[in-house]
């Protein structure tokens, strides 16, 4: 058991074992005042009502902040534990490029290559340092939203290239075929521009695309669509993947959660993609929300943002 769960063994038992007495007391207390008001031959007077009701709410109160301690402490065992499994993947990460990247300029310094073989290990390693851009630039915008550091950037954005940009940005770097990802654009979209923060959107949809391949099966079938409505632009990106029960619809959105897989591999990631989008998202007056059938149904995510924000 980590140094910090070992901790608050101690606390917790010791916080319990406190409530219990102090019910123990207080049930104790009541059944013994009530005996003597039971065998008193005088009715008791106002005194002894108002030395019950403090005690009683004296005992009730030392309950409830010892209750609340534990609660703090629960929630504070959960942190540690979304924050250790976060390093442990934030460390996995940032390894593998990293030992990608030494084995491919060990290969292109002690080997005597084609041009092909070549350009093949400088796309391997582009990859890799995009991997790492990305994994730092998630902590890092992490850091911004915490500290309420970032501020939107309004201009004139063209929607359609931007969702173009992604989607090949998503093919290339995970390798899919043409049909992988199918784009969907409302025609009052097309040759227009949308007064939004570009930045955003960008991140919040390759986000949910590299999401959407992380939880789909070989080959993914992914949808990305857009559409105004009611004075609002909204974008959807939809698998066939491993879909959501409803306990996890609003859980994904959490810092460092990663989605449970019974019976498989648990998904690398930092856990940091859907909160980050999340965050950015609402920071437009935006709405982002996780839709699915069940289990093994797929999933929806529809973001909704105002057409224009000034």
Known sequence: ?????????????????????????????????????????????????????????????????????????????GLVRQQETFIDSVTHELRSPIASLGLTLDTLDRRELTDEARRRLLDMMRADVLRLRNYVDQV?????????????????????????????DTRQRHALGEDAITVDVHATLRDTSVATDGTVIEIVLRNLLDNAVKYSPAPPRITVAARRLDGRIELTVSDRGEGLDKRELQRVFRRFHQ??????????????????????VLGLGGTIVAESEGLERGSTFRLSIPESRQ
Do not use: Q
Request: hydrophobic share 55%.
């Open 1 to 77: 058991m980590p140094r910090a769960h070992r901790s608050n063994r101690w606390p917790l038992l010791i916080g319990g074992s406190s409530i219990a007495f102090a019910i123990a007391i207080l049930v104790g207390w009541t059944v013994l005042f009530a005996s003597y008001a039971a065998e008193a031959r005088e009715s008791p007077g106002a005194g002894y009502w108002v030395i019950l009701a403090f005690g009683c709410a004296f005992l009730l109160g030392i309950i409830g902040a010892i209750g609340a301690f534990l609660v703090f402490l629960f929630k504070k065992e």
């Open 140 to 168: 890092l915008l992490m850091s911004r939203i915490a500290e309420h550091d970032r501020v939107a950037e309004i201009s004139s954005v063209d929607l359609v290239a931007v969702i173009a940009r992604c989607v090949l």
């Open 259 to 280: 989605v449970a897989r019974p019976g498989k591999a648990p998904v690398r990631g930092t856990g940091l993609g859907l909160h980050v989008a999340r965050e950015l």
